[in-house]
């Protein structure tokens, strides 16, 4: 939820901050945050992006991804003044156990009531999430997680219990004749 990202991102030191804000905020998978290095990511660019490079992607495809400014602000943070192109922007990507450990720090169970858990693949599941809750294009949702189904992204990679299955229907247009309005 996004209290419970509050709470990890306020708990972790600005590296794992800066890692899990990347996870959940572009969708990129642990090992593609692995292997990020400096000259991937364009923080001076008219718009911010990180390149993901084809030889480390899933489907060995390059995929440029727009930076959220919370990105933008802690990888400007954590970039060193001399980072050259070729290392590593992040020293380690957490295991499942450091994982844990701070979602434990931010009081969120590792399993919830319904039996889902909260690793670290979780947060790309917050990302799929998030995009419907905005009303993200399944078709632009499913390119940004860069799926080759729209089924994979609207079925596994969505939590419908998040979404505003409510609120939707405030956005159904009226069909009864509305009454004269006084001048």
């Given at each position: 939820?996004?209290?419970?990202?509050?709470?990890?991102?306020?708990?972790?030191?600005?590296?794992?901050?800066?890692?899990?804000?990347m996870?959940?905020?572009?969708?990129?998978?642990r090992s593609e945050l692995g292997a990020l290095q400096w000259g991937d990511i364009k923080l001076d660019s008219p718009v911010?992006?990180?390149?993901?490079?084809?030889?480390?992607?899933?489907?060995?495809?390059?995929a440029d991804i727009r930076l959220h400014d919370d990105v933008r602000?802690?990888?400007?943070?954590l970039k060193p003044k001399e980072a050259l192109d070729n290392e590593r922007v992040f020293s380690k990507i957490?295991?499942?156990?450091?994982?844990r450990r701070d979602l434990k720090k931010a009081s969120i169970p590792y399993k919830d009531a319904q039996g889902h858990v909260a690793d670290f693949h979780s947060l790309r599941y917050t990302f799929g999430t998030n995009l419907q809750r905005q009303g993200v294009p399944s078709r632009t949702a499913m390119a940004l997680m860069r799926h080759s189904d729209r089924r994979l992204t609207d079925k596994i990679y969505t939590d419908?219990?998040?979404l505003d299955t409510w609120g939707a229907i405030?956005?159904?247009?009226?069909?009864?004749?509305?009454?004269p309005q006084p001048a």
């Open positions: 939820t996004e209290s419970e990202m509050h709470r990890l991102i306020g708990a972790a030191p600005l590296e794992r901050k800066a890692i899990y804000l996870a959940a905020l572009t969708g990129l998978r911010p992006f990180v390149r993901a490079r084809a030889s480390t992607t899933k489907n060995h495809k390059t602000e802690m990888l400007t943070a957490p295991r499942i156990e450091r994982f419908e219990n998040l405030d956005s159904l247009p009226s069909y009864l004749p509305k009454p």
